[in-house]
C-alpha cells in the first residue's frame, strides 16, 4: 500500500516540512558523492550507534555530548534510494496538516524530538548494538501518531497494486495507520526473541516514534481547536 496526498486542507504553507524534506534530499545526495570508506566513517560519525550511546551514558566516552548529537544528526541519514523515497513520501503526506495544527515551531520540536526519542527507544532495547540507526523513519512515525489522533476519520487516497495494474481506495486514517503500528509492533516485540530478527531495520524506533507522537502532540497544542 502506498499513500497519496490526503484531501484535509491546510491554511499556512508548510515551510518545516519542506525544509526537512529539502535537508534530508541534500544529505541523501552528499551521501552518494562519498566513496565506500567516506560513507562508512560518515555514518560512523553521524549515525546513532547503540553501543556508542551506552558508552556516553557509562562515562566511557571523552565527548559524551557529542554522541548525544546523533539522536538528532540521524534521522536525516538514508541507506539508499527506496529508505529515503518512503519515508519522504509519508511525511510528505502526513506532515503538512501536523505542522498545520501544531504551528511552524512547534512542529520543529515536535518532530525532532519524536526522532530522538524514537532512536532512544530503539537503544534501549538493543543497547549494545554495533549496527548503525538511520533514517528518518522514528520520527515521522511521530508525524503519523500524531495524525491518527488528530484526523482518525481522515481519508488516506491508497495507491494498491496489482500484478501490472494499480488502482485507488480510499482507506480511514485510523485504519491505514493502526494497521500500521500494530505491524511494527508485532515485528518490534519478534526482534527481541530471534537475533537478527529485525533484519537491520529498527522496529523499536518506529514503534516507539508513533506511541511518543500520540503522547507529545497533544501536549503541544495538537488537540486544540484553530
Known amino acids: 500500500m502506498v499513500p497519496l496526498r490526503d484531501e484535509?486542507?491546510?491554511s499556512t504553507t508548510p515551510f518545516i516540512t519542506y525544509g526537512i524534506l529539502g535537508l534530508n534530499i541534500a544529505v541523501f545526495f552528499f551521501q552518494l558523492n562519498l566513496s565506500s570508506q567516506g560513507l562508512e566513517g560518515f555514518f560512523n560519525d553521524w549515525a546513532l550507534i547503540p553501543v556508542q550511546l551506552t558508552d556516553s551514558f557509562q562515562g566511557a566516552l571523552q565527548a559524551p555530548l557529542y554522541e548525544w548529537i546523533t539522536l538528532l544528526s540521524s534521522q536525516f541519514l538514508h541507506g539508499g534510494f527506496f529508505h529515503i523515497g518512503g519515508n519522504l513520501l509519508?511525511?510528505?503526506?502526513?506532515?503538512?496538516?501536523?505542522?498545520?495544527?501544531?504551528?511552524?515551531?512547534?512542529?520543529?520540536?515536535?518532530?525532532?524530538?519524536?526522532?530522538?526519542l524514537a532512536g532512544l527507544a530503539q537503544w534501549f532495547f538493543d543497547p549494545y548494538s554495533a549496527?548503525?540507526?538511520i533514517g528518518a523513519s522514528g520520527a515521522i512515525a511521530g508525524v503519523m501518531g500524531a495524525y491518527?489522533?488528530?484526523?482518525p476519520r481522515a481519508y488516506i487516497i491508497t495507491l494498491i497494486p496489482l500484478i501490472v495494474f494499480f488502482f485507488t481506495i480510499r482507506i480511514p486514517a485510523i485504519f491505514f495507520l493502526g494497521f500500521w503500528f500494530?505491524?511494527?509492533?508485532?515485528?518490534?516485540?519478534?526482534?527481541?526473541?530471534?537475533?537478527?530478527?529485525?533484519?537491520?531495520v529498527a522496529y523499536w524506533a518506529h514503534s516507539g516514534g508513533f506511541i511518543f507522537g500520540c503522547i507529545l502532540g497533544p501536549m503541544l497544542g495538537l488537540m486544540r481547536e484553530k
Not at 502526513?94 to 518532530?111: R, S
Not at 505491524?183 to 537491520?200: C, D, F, H, K, N
Open 131 to 133: 549496527i548503525p540507526t
Open 182 to 200: 500494530v505491524q511494527q509492533a508485532i515485528l518490534s516485540v519478534a526482534s527481541l526473541s530471534s537475533e537478527g530478527m529485525g533484519g537491520g
Open 90 to 116: 509519508y511525511l510528505w503526506v502526513f506532515g503538512n496538516n501536523i505542522e498545520d495544527q501544531l504551528g511552524h515551531v512547534k512542529f520543529l520540536i515536535f518532530y525532532l524530538g519524536c526522532g530522538a
Open 148 to 151: 491518527i489522533l488528530r484526523y
Open 8 to 10: 484535509n486542507p491546510v
